[in-house]
């Protein structure tokens, strides 16, 4: 009785989940049939490897984003753990700082004044190096839940029980921090993904900038812009879904 309760109860959700996404479906369909007549994805087919060039692009720029942010990230921790007052003051400020910018502004100060001031050019690299320095506060914030997780009292034990470093950490506080931190950095990484748009400012060719070119050739914006909302979903939805797979095995 309770596992056809369970069953039918499962059915009922997987029907819900249909008739949602069916609905969203309709609804993309009502927009883009209310911009033009003849809707076609076919003067995009031209351009499919820039396309999916421009997809790879925006995955590696993203991951790259994320281990640079990561790494940054677990330094200002560092320094805010530090003893020192001044690197206390100086990761304060320069979070508060992070937090109260833009990342299209600090894209364009780091792309076109910070480097600059380097004798440097290379925009699409201080453009990268923007998106980790606006996500390292975020990462930061990550780390400091991660090991603020770990008791003073499991820290009396390692000791009372004469645990070498290597010990603490391989057996007891690294487990720890990564079932808390996967989840965060997951998410975090779908915010480089969609962050990692603003780059066609600098004409960075992922997949914001290279629909952009065929739009401009083909003259197919409505179509554009749906196939650029879609590609975009393609890959944040089944990271998010991963997200709460990777939550739900780590919770159990």
Not at 6 to 34: D, G, H, P, Q, W
């Amino acid at each position: 009785m309770v596992s056809n309760s369970l069953s039918l109860n499962k059915l009922k959700t997987i029907i819900s989940y249909i008739l949602a996404i069916m609905t969203i479906i309709a609804f993309m369909v009502f927009v883009a049939l209310r911009q033009t007549d003849d809707f076609s994805f076919a003067p995009f087919a031209p351009y499919r490897n820039v396309i999916l060039n421009g997809i790879k692009n925006t995955i590696l720029v993203s991951l790259i984003s994320l281990l640079g942010s990561m790494i940054l990230g677990f330094i200002l921790y560092l320094l805010q753990k530090s003893k020192i007052k001044y690197f206390n003051a100086l990761i304060d400020v320069f979070t508060e700082i992070i937090y109260g910018t833009p990342l299209l502004v600090l894209i364009i100060v780091t792309a076109f004044l910070i480097g600059p001031a380097f004798n440097s050019y290379n925009r699409n690299l201080f453009g990268v190096l923007a998106l980790i320095v606006y996500m390292s506060p975020y990462m930061k914030n990550v780390f400091k839940a991660a090991f603020s997780s770990i008791s003073h009292d499991q820290y009396l034990a390692m000791d009372l029980f004469g645990f070498t470093p290597f010990q603490r950490y391989f057996y007891i506080i690294i487990p720890q921090v990564i079932r808390i931190l996967m989840p965060p950095l997951m998410n975090n990484f779908s915010l480089i993904i969609k962050g990692s748009a603003l780059l066609n400012l600098l004409s960075y060719p992922e997949l914001f900038f290279t629909i952009d070119v065929a739009q401009s050739r083909n003259f197919a914006y409505v179509e554009g812009y749906i196939l650029m909302w879609g590609l975009y979903l393609l890959i944040t939805i089944p990271l998010s879904q991963f997200t709460k797979y990777i939550e739900r095995k780590l919770s159990l």
